[in-house]
T-cell receptor, first 115, second 106 residues
Framework: EAGVAQSPRYKIIEKRQSVAFWCNPI?????LYWYQQILGQGPKLLIQ????????DSQLPKDRFSAERLKGVDSTLKIQPAKLEDSAVYLC?????????????FGPGTRLTVL | KQEVTQIPAALSVPEGENLVLNCSFT??????LQWFRQDPGKGLTSLLL?????REQTSGRLNASLDKSSGRSTLYIAASQPGDSATYLC?????FGTGTRLQVTL
């Protein structure tokens, strides 16, 4: 079974530029998560999707971050415009069934550096 | 708002020792608690998932326990090996701690 795929693996941009990350969850997983992990910290949930609907985006900085999962499969996370403090690893995870009691599986992450 | 704390932040042990990593959380109304391993520059690998109705889970040399009433979970690693060196993270549902960085020395 293929794991969670993410691309790109690394991205370097200048502040005020825009950037997009892509995630393809494990086949059949209904729930998809995006996390931000700043160096030395644990991951912080940005947004949770159940199929193509948003379950929780309370910690997503909506003035600059957006995410979509149009067909209930893969997802994109966008930052526009980027700030220095957005430098972090962006992790995508998926779980098999909706609801909070299910095991999450993570992708390798995208490391973003904002100069 | 859920807060998760992991103590110690870093730990160094000689190979072969048994060790315990601690995780505490403030809101006991959780559906599950999950332990992960993270190697440098890599994503998170799921180790154990404990549902709220369970007290513990075991996988090989790993045993995780959950006490919701006290807001605590522990990860026990038996007979540690250098390959166990990594950062260990716990997540109370979708809220993560900052991790314990483990170094197992020869």
């Amino acid at each position: 079974e293929a794991g969670v795929a993410q691309s790109p693996r690394y991205k370097i941009i200048e502040k005020r530029q825009s950037v997009a990350f892509w995630c393809n969850p494990i086949s059949g997983h209904a729930t998809l998560y995006w996390y931000q992990q700043i160096l030395g910290q644990g991951p912080k949930l940005l947004i949770q999707f159940q199929n193509n609907g948003v379950v929780d985006d309370s910690q997503l900085p909506k003035d600059r971050f957006s995410a979509e999962r149009l067909k209930g499969v893969d997802s994109t996370l966008k930052i526009q415009p980027a700030k220095l403090e957005d430098s972090a690893v962006y992790l995508c995870a998926s779980s098999s069934v909706g609801g909070p009691g299910n095991e999450q599986f993570f992708g390798p992450g995208t490391r973003l550096t904002v100069l | 708002k859920q807060e998760v704390t992991q103590i110690p932040a870093a730990l160094s042990v000689p190979e072969g020792e048994n060790l315990v990593l601690n995780c505490s959380f403030t809101d006991s109304a959780i559906y599950n608690l999950q332990w992960f391993r993270q190697d440098p520059g890599k994503g998170l690998t799921s180790l154990l998932l404990i549902q709220s109705s369970q007290r513990e889970q075991t996988s090989g040399r790993l045993n995780a326990s959950l006490d919701k009433s006290s807001g605590r979970s522990t990860l026990y690693i038996a007979a540690s090996q250098p390959g166990d060196s990594a950062t260990y993270l716990c997540a109370a549902q979708l809220t993560f701690g900052t991790g314990t960085r483990l170094q197992v020395t020869l």
